[in-house]
């Protein structure tokens, strides 16, 4: 009896360690861009002239035109920047990216509005996706798994485009 315990201990722990967490590591070409497409619903990272890869998105649920102030649920445009790691989000995981930035504000301003903020790169979470095929408030999501590989090889300092 004891021996088949410790067989069945052994297997238990051989599935529990194949099952890898949330966290990856990455060991190949430095992202040194982000390109977002917004109309194509298409993000690439990459090196240098190089994509390493391609992924499909959902954006605002709002998402034709340039986020200008907070609530309109639309996804900014323009030149930003990663800077922060969520790995407690409630999105799986999260790339914060620099949105405002002082163009950003003083557009907001002109419209008596704020310009909002928390815009990120996120998965979907099971429960806290939304509906149809743009569903957040404003933010780039892709599936979790793909937020896995994406937060594994890409650091704080990328610069992100995102273009109509």
């Not at 994509?51 to 609530?71: C, H, M, R, S, T």
């Not at 429960?127 to 149809?132: C, I, L, S, V």
């Amino acid at each position: 009896m004891t021996f088949l315990r410790a067989i069945l201990l052994l297997a238990t722990l051989a599935v529990v360690s194949s099952c890898g967490g949330k966290f990856r590591t990455y060991n190949g070409p430095a992202v040194t861009a982000i390109v977002v497409h917004k109309a194509d619903r298409r993000m690439y990272l990459l090196h240098d002239s190089e994509v390493l890869k391609a992924y499909d998105i959902a954006l605002g649920g709002n998402p034709v035109g340039d986020k200008q102030f907070e609530g309109d649920r639309k996804t900014p445009e323009g030149a930003y920047f990663i800077d922060r790691r969520n790995p407690k989000s409630s999105y799986h995981l999260s790339l914060g990216i620099s949105y405002p930035n002082d163009l950003d504000r003083a557009e907001a301003a002109a419209l008596g509005k704020k310009p909002g903020g928390d815009i990120f790169i996120h998965g979907r979470a099971g429960k806290n996706r939304g509906f149809g095929p743009d569903w957040t408030a404003g933010c780039i999501a892709v599936k979790d798994r793909e937020i896995e590989e994406i937060y594994a090889m890409v650091r704080v300092g990328t610069p992100i485009f995102i273009k109509p």
